[in-house]
């Protein structure tokens, strides 16, 4: 009797065991995701269009522009609605330059201003056109599984690492764990404040990737207004080196 | 007599390098046109019952010929009713319209230059609300100068890229003999240029050098030697910074020993062009309340005279291609108030 309750008990746990292995196999370490994570989302090189749609108390307002980035370095932007038309930003490391249609001069522009909105959006330049290394910057920290937009998300804590410069000291993903793209996002001052939330509305798969290319960015700084950015015409990779990130390519026509 | 023949000189050779290149208009890549109709109305409060109503139309056409080649041409058509004349004074009414060509140019892009020949914009330094070593900043005075686009100067510049951040810039204007270099490079995050204009004869001199940065704060410093006929040789500077908070408020100071003169309406492009050792200083504190919105107080104080110059300005913008601003202008140059205006416009981009 005895013997046949101690078998019963190991046959039990072996069971327990043998249904529990595919589950935990499943299950990743917080390095492992965001490693998966920066696989996904970190991009080298990248050309795309955007629409990016400020809406504000009933006010609409779009702007269309052009973006040719290579990784979180360099950057140069053109808008081409009517109303910017000609506007150009170049961006390399933590510096900015802009080109005024008008006079055609370029300006450098004060540093901090990659941390704003980019032509009175909510979403800066930093934002729109950095791709870094999450794990070089950032420490993260597994706070659970959560569904967003009908999806199994881990939710991710990720917190400044000593002595680097980020926009957020404090960010909260919500990652996608089948296909390693964010679906929300949470961005912290060092105060703890939360400064912005961003939600992807829609994703594509390019190359083996899925990316985000509808988002939606709230200001919480800015109450009731919010900007939504469409991407189109995406290309990852491409034929231009740093070099074609230069004074000249502001101006060419 | 002859800087009228060296225009027309000028736009005869634009338009024959028009022609050579008709060639290639086959294959003009993406032309495109766009325009702004601009009206404005102000009222005057030094000078109670003053009024002026401006209205404005802005054209550009640009025709990129190829990857290489490509025109602009560009123009205003402006027209004022008023019952102010240039010195301030109300007086009968009368309605001005004038029409000026501010770009009409060919530029030429090779691998290791660019070549523009014509009507052309120049600008110079990088001053927020002086720009007191600037050869080209145009007039002060609002009767006179465009409000429109910059200004264009009639002539040939070669810009050769020296690096991803430095080029080289020699340039001559038929306008005025005016004959120039520039260079620019950036040095460990600064910006710095160096150039120099003169006339034939070694006629008014001009040697700039400016430096612009970031240490947390942007901030940037200009000083010039300048020789022209309106002043005594002598050197001219002016410093600035600005930083902004969350993006909702940014604050900007400038300094300067050339700074406005208040002689007249101190406001547009070229603000610093006041006598040398008259030290300015400028001060704007801009709020964005949301994304569209900006509400701005310039002050521009001149200490040794006790002059000093207010300038609120509100700029929103209504839908994709409209904005709407209402400004003032109200100062001090002597004894009282004598320097007061408000005003509304609205632009419409089409």
């Known amino acids: 009797m005895f013997v046949r309750k101690i078998v019963r008990t190991v046959l039990a746990a072996l069971l327990l065991v043998a249904v529990s292995l595919p589950v935990l196999g499943a299950e990743l370490s917080v390095d492992e995701i965001m490693a998966k994570l920066d696989e996904n989302m970190f991009i080298e090189k990248i050309q795309y269009k955007a629409t990016m749609v400020t809406i504000n108390r009933g006010r609409e307002i779009t702007k269309e522009m052009t973006v040719k980035a290579i990784a979180d370095t360099h950057a140069l932007v053109e808008f081409t609605n009517r109303r910017d038309r000609g506007t150009r930003y170049l961006k390399i490391d933590d510096e900015l330059w802009m080109r005024f249609p008008d006079t055609e001069e370029i300006v450098k522009i004060s540093g901090h201003m990659l941390r704003q909105g980019m032509m009175g959006s909510d979403i800066s330049y930093e934002d729109a056109l950095e791709s870094s290394k999450l794990q070089e910057n950032y420490t993260a920290k597994l706070l659970g599984s959560e569904t967003v937009n009908g999806r199994e998300c881990y939710l991710v804590e990720l917190t400044v690492k000593p002595g680097k410069e980020v926009a957020y000291p404090t960010r909260k993903m919500w990652v996608d764990k089948e296909h390693f793209t964010v679906w929300k996002e949470e961005m912290y001052a060092q105060s703890g404040k939360l400064v912005k939330e961003s939600k992807t509305l829609a994703v594509t798969e390019i190359d083996g990737r899925v990316l985000p290319t509808e988002v939606v960015m709230e200001n919480k700084l800015r109450r009731g207004s919010q900007t939504r950015m469409t991407l189109y015409d995406i290309e990852l990779g491409g034929d231009f080196s740093q070099e074609d990130f230069s004074l000249r390519a502001l101006t060419r026509p | ?350």
């Open chain 2, 1 to 350: 007599m002859r800087t009228l023949y060296a225009k027309k000189t000028l736009i005869l050779v634009a338009l024959v390098a028009v022609l050579v290149f008709s060639e290639v208009l086959a294959s003009a890549e993406e032309v495109y046109w766009q325009g702004k109709l601009e009206t404005d109305f102000m009222v005057g409060f030094a000078d109670v019952g003053s009024e002026t109503l401006m209205n404005r139309l802005s054209l550009e056409l640009v025709l990129p010929w190829s990857e290489d080649i490509s025109t602009k041409v560009a123009g205003d058509l402006q027209h004022i009713s008023s019952n102010v004349d240039r010195d301030g004074n109300i007086g009968p009414s009368y309605s001005l319209t004038a029409a000026e060509l501010t770009r009409m140019y060919i530029r030429l892009y090779r691998p290791g230059y660019d070549l523009t020949l014509g009507l052309q914009p120049l600008s110079w330094g990088a001053g927020m609300f002086f720009n007191p070593a600037d050869p080209f900043a145009g007039s002060t005075d609002p009767m006179t100068s465009s409000l429109g686009a910059a200004p264009g100067y009639s002539g040939v510049s070669l810009n050769v890229p020296l690096g991803v951040l430095s080029r080289f810039t020699a340039f001559h204007f038929v306008d005025d003999g005016k004959s120039g270099i520039k260079y620019r490079t950036n040095l460990n995050g600064t910006d710095l240029i160096g150039a120099a204009t003169v006339r034939p004869g070694g006629e008014n001199l001009q040697v700039l050098l400016q430096a612009q940065g970031d240490l947390g704060i942007g901030w940037f410093a200009q000083t010039a030697f300048t020789d022209l006929e309106t002043s005594d040789p002598g050197f001219r500077w002016a410093a600035g910074a600005d930083y902004s908070w969350n993006g909702k408020v940014i604050v900007k100071g400038e300094l300067s020993n050339a700074g406005p003169s208040f002689s007249g309406l101190a406001l547009g492009p070229g603000l610093g062009t006041g006598d040398e050792d008259t030290v300015s200083v400028g001060v704007s504190l801009q709020y964005i309340p949301d994304e569209f919105s900006s509400l701005a107080l310039t002050v521009l104080v001149t200490p040794e005279d006790k002059n000093f110059m207010l300038m609120p300005v509100y700029t929103t913008q209504l839908t994709d291609l409209m904005d709407l601003r209402a400004y003032g202008g109200f100062g001090k140059a002597g004894a009282e108030l004598n320097i007061g205006l408000a005003g509304a416009g609205l632009s419409y981009s089409f």
